[in-house]
């Protein structure tokens, strides 16, 4: 089956059980699960039942499409996402961001995980995602334009989008969340980054680091999104402190985080 035919089978396959095509997805990063608790006349979709979506193998990821209301407002949300060290393509870790924008996704909110690099910041803040550094020679767009979707070489100036940020910065004054922005490096992993790594990314500008997001937000850019990335720090970076890094601690932030977290997203979601 060529791609885009499995796009529009993903695409055609999530209408189908959803009740209206809203406006918003959000795509939950490890840990961060507690906000699809909120949600109302849910209706889950594992994503092994959706044509071309992969499945979720990283801890903290429950591996399902769930779709509600916050309040009048209608979601969708990736309970768990796809990696490019769980042994996916840059396309795969993407497809699901072309099915969004065929279903006519026009927001796309991306949240991780994420190592703070800046000193100021500590394990449990909130940062929203200003812009991000990508060195990694790989590219979701790589091979064969999909020119229905976007052009060959697209924009990316302004791949967060700035309405959306400042929206998510008025929602976390009015619920009094001292929230950061920053720049946010993505890294391949699944090894955890050198201290010289940080050292080096620091030097260049970037306040946060993680595995995830970056090659869904190339995607998002290319076909039209708007994109808002809000991260969770977890830990700090190789280097920063003397703890060794462990996955179990940034489950465990990110679950601590988790009340204040999913306040934010309702209160955007709400406002968008």
Not at 118 to 134: A, E, Q, S, V, Y
Not at 174 to 184: N, T
Not at 244 to 254: P, S
Request: glycine fraction near 12%; proline fraction near 4%; aromatic fraction near 8%.
């Amino acid at each position: 089956m060529e791609y885009m035919d499995l796009v529009r089978k993903a695409a055609g396959y999530i209408t189908s059980k959803i009740e209206k095509v809203p406006d918003t997805a959000v795509v939950l990063g490890s840990g961060l699960g507690l906000f699809a608790g909120l949600l109302q006349d849910k209706c889950e979709i594992p994503y092994q039942e959706i044509p071309g979506f992969p499945v979720s193998t990283a801890p903290g990821h429950a591996g399902k499409l769930i779709y509600g209301k916050i309040g009048e407002k209608c979601v969708l949300c990736m309970s768990g996402r796809f990696h490019f060290y769980e042994g996916y393509s840059m396309k795969d870790v993407s497809f699901y961001v072309r099915a969004f924008k065929v279903l006519g996704i026009k927001n796309l909110i991306i949240t991780n995980a994420t190592g703070g690099i800046t000193g100021c910041f500590n394990p449990g803040d909130l940062m929203i995602i200003t812009d991000h550094i990508k060195f990694f020679d790989d590219s979701p767009l790589r091979g064969e334009n999909v020119s229905e979707l976007g052009p060959r070489f697209n924009d990316m100036s302004e791949a967060y989008n700035k309405e959306l940020i400042a929206k998510a910065k008025s929602v976390a004054e009015k619920q009094g969340i001292d929230i950061k922005e920053g720049v946010y490096a993505f890294m391949p992993g699944p090894s955890y980054e050198t201290p010289a790594e940080i050292r080096a990314l620091g030097i260049l500008g970037a306040d946060a680091v993680g595995m995830s997001s970056v090659p869904e937000v190339i995607t998002a850019a290319h076909c039209g999104l708007k994109v808002l990335g809000i991260s969770c720090i977890t830990n700090y970076a190789a280097g920063i402190s003397k703890n060794k890094l462990t996955e179990e601690e940034v489950i465990e932030t990110a679950n601590k985080s988790g009340e204040k977290f999913s306040a934010l997203m309702a209160g955007i979601i709400t406002e968008i």
